[in-house]
């Protein structure tokens, strides 16, 4: 019997916008697409299983929030404490993924976690499948996160595993 592919959907949230955007996204797969397994944690949750992640994991989402001076989300520190002292690529050999950066244009750091991470995924071996997203706060975040939605959406649907 053929496993199923296994989709991780991973947020850092520090105020819930990115736990509410993967929340949607992770709602929609779970009921629609019935031949993949997916997942859904906090990026510190998923850490403990980051060596391990070319096994366990078809494909990674991410969504991450940038907090104070471009700083991780708390409930995304440990990942990306975890991921730029890595220094032995492939971790992510091949595995595909795609990020989505919220954060507010009034700030220094735009998105500065979001692109932090889509770059250093891509450099420890990910096979990017949609350019990073940034969605602004001080905008409108429906304005870009919901056409993302969408886009990972039928990517995910239309993906070979």
């Given at each position: 019997?053929?496993?199923?592919p296994t989709v991780y959907i991973l947020y850092g949230s520090q ?147």
């Amino acid at each position: 019997m053929d496993t199923k592919p296994t989709v991780y959907i991973l947020y850092g949230s520090q105020t819930g916008n990115a736990e509410e955007i993967s929340s949607i996204l992770f709602n929609r797969c779970s009921e629609e697409l019935k031949t993949i397994d997916v997942k859904y944690s906090t990026l510190n949750q998923f850490q403990n299983n980051i060596n391990e992640v070319e096994r366990i994991a078809n494909m990674i989402i991410i969504v991450c929030s940038t907090t104070g001076n471009g700083d991780a989300p708390d409930n995304a520190c440990l990942f990306w404490r975890t991921i730029k002292k890595r220094s032995n690529p492939p971790l992510f050999k091949d595995v595909p993924f795609c990020v989505l950066g919220l954060g507010d244009t009034n700030y220094d750091k735009f998105c500065h976690m979001g692109k932090s991470i889509d770059t250093r995924i891509s450099s420890l071996g990910g096979s990017r499948i949609l350019p990073l997203a940034c969605a602004d706060d001080a905008t409108d975040l429906e304005e870009t996160t919901d056409s993302w939605i969408e886009d990972v959406f039928t990517t995910i649907s239309n993906y070979h595993f």
